[in-house]
């Protein structure tokens, strides 16, 4: 592949709901290209974006994929992205290093749930878009229809490009409105034509509301539309290209990409609307704690972001980047900014799926791979050491769904940690970590095929087989009344024996105050070391309760009294009798559970909303407030504890088909009322009577 000047390269997302068929497009831009000789399948499992195993398996797309395609001479750096709401995380990596993007619209299913979200997450990058009307070929395909709510739901800047020629069977190619020329399809050639007589009518409509949006951005071309001057094809290009990079119009485009229809058309839209790294402005970079804008120029500073990184079995390390500034060259050294530590750059690679061809340079905005780097991981830069640029980091979604997780053996053990290390570092929208109260490993994703995937991965790739458990809410205990105790732990073996004796009275703090050791003995009844004893075999058995096993809180233990032996007393004695007097006076004292709460804000349409206020009620959770935070959007705050929402990821978009988001964060702690707490001791109790069966 050659190497691109700057304003020769578009980067180009690509993003849909589920299924609309963007790995097919990206498949159709290679064939039409040349770069592969026939079509791939996403149902076959060949196509040259979804070659992952699990991808192959599932019959959607897992991960970001870059395809670059060579049209004319521009070179559109394709990046495939996953549809499907667990994998939002590739999804955030690619739009951090778009310029444009293409909304992929199943004809047969209109404007869906993730088309919504795709064209929020669009917008919120500041992208120039366009939209692909796909599978023009379905049975009973309505284009107009469809064009009908693309402009409903998104505005009247959604302006047609295309009127499509036939539909289902009979869609046989497109008419450029503004060109007022037709393309049609047959055995893979595309044949320029005149305007089928039988559409003159809808295209001369189409093209006179197109013609109208785009004018109203230039005066010039306004005073010449109202004069009734003629506009020529190249003003209208410019003042459409004008509209589409400041977001003013979005033009909408039709096709088939398995059968090839209406593709060319659309690169060369991409090439004309859509805007080279050089038309986007200059990145921010961070320099010494200040802000600078960093133009893409390929005589500048090095400054290259890495957007993606992945494990090669062949290669190793893979990392995926897009050179902002400078030029990246084979066989160099490049400082990483963020771990302060010099990469040497063996292999440049431009990648197209699998497929790997070495390069000797990556130019500014250019897009590309490089192989078995150290100490580099996802959002890191690497530039040069006299002059340490970084990048803003990619920002990835939260984690909505967590599983607990255990190996399936000793030698998977083993490997444990290593494989959530590698499968971690691939995938940064994951996380990990020790849940120190009920002491589980903690997986947590945005959604339950997010973690089941991240599982397969890892016994596939890293050699570690991992199942899930469930996961135990960390309920801590504490007490509502007083109580008094005496702790004895007396033995005599023969010879030198144990012996203590110590007398505590037990009140509860308030709530979040904490343990405090209160030492009220006066005189000898037992000595300093042997106090702390006591406080310490206290402390020891706080961390587990008398109900369910929790962590003991929000309690004052008062040391009042106690004996000791000149001989047979010590501090292992006076440690067990301080513990044993804990549990004694947490029985007396009135103990209760408490659970954590999480505060949840949930985002759903206005018309769900009485399902998800239902469904939340059900799960003891505390109503806060309702909102409208945009038409037909409502955003309720509820306190929610958490034992009732550990798969609530998956229940709300159950429930919602997907049309409802949630965040949450960590509360606090609150008493379990009395009859969920019957049953979680309940529970605590079954399993330890079958742990030691």
Known sequence: MKAYATESIRNVGLYSHVGAGKTSLAEAMLFATGAINRLGSVDNG????????????????LNLSLIPVEWGDVK???????????????????????DGAVLVVDVSGGVQVG?????????????????????????????????????????NGVAPLHVPIGAANEFSGVVDVLANVAYTCADNQVTETAVPAELEDTVEEYRMTLIENVVELDDDLTEKYLEGEDISAEELQGALHEGVLSGQITPVLCGSATR???????????????????????????????????AADADGPLAAFVFKTLGDPYVGKLSFIRVYSGTLRSDSRVWNVDTESEERIGQLLFVRGREQESAQEIGAGDIGTLAKLA???????????????????????????????????????????SALARVTEEDPSLHVERQPITGQTLLSGIGETHINVALERMKRKFGADVKTVPVRVPYKETIMGTAAAEGRFVRQTGGHGQYAVCNIELEPTDRGEGFEF??????????????????????????????????????????????????DSSDLAFQIAGSMALGEAMDRAKPVLLEPVLQMNVRV???????????????????????????GTMEVQADVPQAEVLRYATDLRSLTQGRATFSSEFLGYEQVPASTQEQVVAAHKREKEEASA
């Open 46 to 61: 060949t196509t040259v974006s979804d070659y992952d195993p699990d991808e192959v398996k599932r019959q959607i797309s």
């Open 605 to 631: 349409p206005e018309d769900r909303m009485g399902d998800v206020i239902g469904d939340l009620t059900s799960r003891r959770a505390k109503v806060h407030s309702m909102d409208m935070v945009s038409p």
């Open 518 to 567: 209160v030492d009220k003995i006066f005189g000898g009844a037992i000595s300093a070391p042997f106090r702390e004893a006591v406080h310490k075999g206290i402390r020891e058995a706080m961390k587990e309760g008398t109900l369910a096993g929790g962590e003991v809180v929000d309690l004052r233990v008062t040391l009042v009294d106690g004996k000791e032996h000149t001989v």
């Open 115 to 155: 088309t919504e979200e795709s064209w929020e997450r669009i917008t919120a990058h500041d992208l120039p878009r366009l939209i692909f009307v796909n599978r023009m070929d379905r049975e009973n395909a309505d284009y107009f229809a469809t064009v009908d709510s693309l402009r409903e739901y998104f505005g």
């Open 375 to 417: 100490t580099t991981l996802t959002s890191h830069t690497l530039g040069e050491r006299r002059e340490p640029l970084t990048l803003p980091a990619v920002t990835f979604p939260p984690w909505l769904f967590t599983a607990a997780i255990e190996p399936t053996s000793k030698e998977d053990l083993e490997k444990l940690s």
């Open 76 to 98: 559109i750096n394709t990046l495939d992205t996953p549809g499907y709401a667990d994998f939002a995380g590739e999804v955030a990596s690619a739009l951090h290093v778009s």
């Open 260 to 294: 090839n229809i209406g593709v060319q058309a659309l690169m060369d839209a991409m090439v004309r609307f859509l805007p080279s790294p050089a038309e986007i402005g200059p990145a921010t970079a961070t320099q010494a704690g200040e802000e600078r804008e960093l």
